[in-house]
Nanobody, 125 residues
Framework: QLQASGGGLVQAGGSLRLSCAAS????????MGWFRQAPGKERAFVAS????????YYADPVKGRFTISRDNAKNTVYLQMNRLKLEDTAVYYC????????????????????WGQGTQVTVSS
C-alpha cells in the first residue's frame, strides 16, 4: 500500500516536497517512481529511484529542478520539487515496481505494480 502526501498550491518558482509512505512489502527491494497526470493528458513519468537509491532517473522536463530520494528505514520515497512551473500542475502519483532488480530505474507505467492515491500539485502565476 502506498500513501502519497505533500501536495498543495504554490506560486511559480516555489517549492514543494512530496512524500510516499509504503507498507506491506520489503521496501528496500522496490524500485520506486513518481508519475504525474494533468487534466486531459496521459500519466507521465517524472522520476524513479533504485532499491538503495544509488541510481536515479528523471524525465527531461524536471531535470535539474526535481530530486527523488528515499529513506529505506522509514519506508518512504520523496520528491523535492524546486523552481516549480505552471506546467508542473498535475496529480502526482507514487508507484512501486515489485519485480525490479537492484539498480533498475524503471520509467514506464507498465513496469509498476502498485500505485498511491495521488496528491494534487497546483502551481499558480
Amino acid at each position: 500500500q502506498l500513501q502519497a502526501s505533500g501536495g498543495g498550491l504554490v506560486q511559480a518558482g516555489g517549492s514543494l516536497r512530496l512524500s510516499c509512505a509504503a507498507s506491506g512489502r520489503p521496501f528496500g527491494s522496490l524500485a520506486m517512481g513518481w508519475f504525474r497526470q494533468a487534466p486531459g493528458k496521459e500519466r507521465a513519468f517524472v522520476a524513479s529511484i533504485s532499491w538503495a537509491g544509488r541510481n536515479r532517473y528523471y524525465a527531461d522536463p524536471v531535470k535539474g529542478r526535481f530530486t527523488i530520494s528515499r529513506d529505506n528505514a522509514k519506508n518512504t520515497v520523496y520528491l523535492q520539487m524546486n523552481r516549480l512551473k505552471l506546467e508542473d500542475t498535475a496529480v502526482y502519483y507514487c508507484a512501486a515496481d515489485e519485480n525490479s532488480v537492484s539498480g533498475a530505474v524503471p520509467s514506464l507505467v507498465e513496469h509498476y505494480d502498485s500505485w498511491g492515491q495521488g496528491t494534487q500539485v497546483t502551481v499558480s502565476s
